[in-house]
Each structure stands twice: as structure tokens, then as C-alpha cells.
């Protein structure tokens, strides 16, 4: 069982930047893959972004490529994703989650964190 504690969102104004961390418990930690996702209010919950399990491949959705940044330390336990030049349109809550059953991007994992959220004003 893996316990998923995302941490880091706030508010911030367009043009900024938050650095989000996701906190596992367990020691299978840096054996999973691992993703983060976002809800804005009122659409479907998409793909962020996501890494393999040693951190070595990174996955991007297009909407954030060359913006956002994600990246892990299995030492800590913490999966983090670093938004820079954030958009009002990056409003969303933002989660994270272990273990893929299929593609990084589908959404399908079987651990997910409780969420937090990211506020981008204009």
C-alpha cells in the first residue's frame, strides 16, 4: 500500500511560479512510475505530466512542455513538479498518483493523493 500527501499549492499570480511535492509512504516508492494530474472546476480530470521510475523518462502533456517540470528524489520519497510562467488557465486542483496500469497519460493508477490546490490570478 502507498500513502500519496501532495503538498505546495497556493495562490499565485500569473507569471509565477509554485513548486508542488508529493510525499509517499512505503519503501516500493521508487519502484513505481508516477504522475501528476489536474481537475479545473466543471472538466475532466487530465494529464500533467509524469516520470519513470528511476526519474530517468519524462512524459509531458503539450499543454504545459517547456512551463512545468517534474522530477523525484526515491531518497525522500517525494515526487515534485516545479510551474513556472503559470497561466490563469493552470487553475486547477493537482494530484498525484502511483503505479500506472496502463499509459502514463491514462489516467489509470492505482494510488492517488488527496489533491491541492493551484489558484493562477491574472
Known amino acids: 500500500q502507498v500513502q500519496l500527501v501532495e503538498s505546495g499549492g497556493g495562490l499565485v499570480q500569473a507569471g509565477g511560479s509554485l513548486r508542488l511535492s508529493c510525499a509517499a509512504s512505503?519503501?516500493?516508492?521508487?519502484?513505481?512510475?508516477m504522475g501528476w494530474f489536474r481537475q479545473a472546476p466543471g472538466k475532466e480530470r487530465e494529464f500533467v505530466a509524469a516520470?519513470?521510475?528511476?526519474?530517468?523518462?519524462?512524459y509531458y502533456a503539450n499543454s504545459v512542455k517547456g512551463r512545468f517540470t517534474v522530477s523525484r528524489d526515491n531518497a525522500k520519497n517525494t515526487l515534485y513538479l516545479q510551474m513556472n510562467s503559470l497561466k490563469p488557465n493552470d487553475t486547477a486542483v493537482y494530484y498525484c498518483?502511483?503505479?500506472?496500469?496502463?499509459?502514463?497519460?491514462?489516467?489509470?493508477?492505482?494510488?492517488w493523493g488527496q489533491g491541492t490546490q493551484v489558484t493562477v490570478s491574472s
Open positions: 498518483a502511483a503505479r500506472p496500469r496502463g499509459t502514463y497519460d491514462s489516467g489509470n493508477y492505482d494510488y
Open positions: 516520470n519513470s521510475w528511476s526519474g530517468g523518462n519524462t
Open positions: 512505503g519503501r516500493t516508492f521508487s519502484s513505481y512510475p
